[in-house]
């Protein structure tokens, strides 16, 4: 397993940007697809995004689409979202997880218990 940590979470205005950042440990993180979900208070965990292990590939919810990026440096073993045109409902903690490649060849990318490590979260609120 690899271990993550979040961080660039915060509080921010409707309209505006942040850039989430997720540092993983290990050397094999270049072998791993990396997802961002997210939690609101009383709601399931959603999916939000996702990149294969060399940036090949990169999937959105359509709640996010045209609005944030996904990317990663495996030099820097961190992946990214960047997050623009932010909106209230966004308000959530966001969680990065690392998948295997067989998640990815199933197309399962999307779903939470296809990930087996995941971080502890950073905080995102949007206000309006």
């Known amino acids: 397993q690899v271990q993550l940590v979040e961080s660039g979470g915060g509080l921010v205005q409707a309209g505006g940007s942040l850039r989430l950042s997720c540092a993983a440990s290990?050397?094999?993180?270049?072998?791993?697809?990396m997802g961002w979900f997210r939690q609101a208070p009383g709601k399931q965990r959603e999916f939000v995004s996702a990149?294969?292990?060399?940036?090949?590939?990169?999937y959105y919810a359509d709640s996010v689409k045209g609005r944030f990026t996904i990317s990663r440096d495996n030099a820097k073993n961190t992946v990214y979202l960047q997050m623009n045109i932010l909106k209230p409902e966004d308000t959530a903690v966001y969680y990065c997880?690392?998948?295997?490649?067989?998640?990815?060849?199933?197309?399962?990318?999307?779903?939470?218990?296809?990930?087996?490590?995941w971080g502890q979260g950073t905080q995102v609120t949007v206000s309006s």
């Open positions: 990149i294969t292990w060399s940036a090949g590939s990169t």
């Open positions: 997880a690392a998948g295997s490649k067989e998640t990815y060849y199933r197309g399962t990318y999307a779903s939470p218990g296809s990930y087996d490590s």
């Open positions: 290990g050397r094999t993180f270049s072998s791993y697809g």
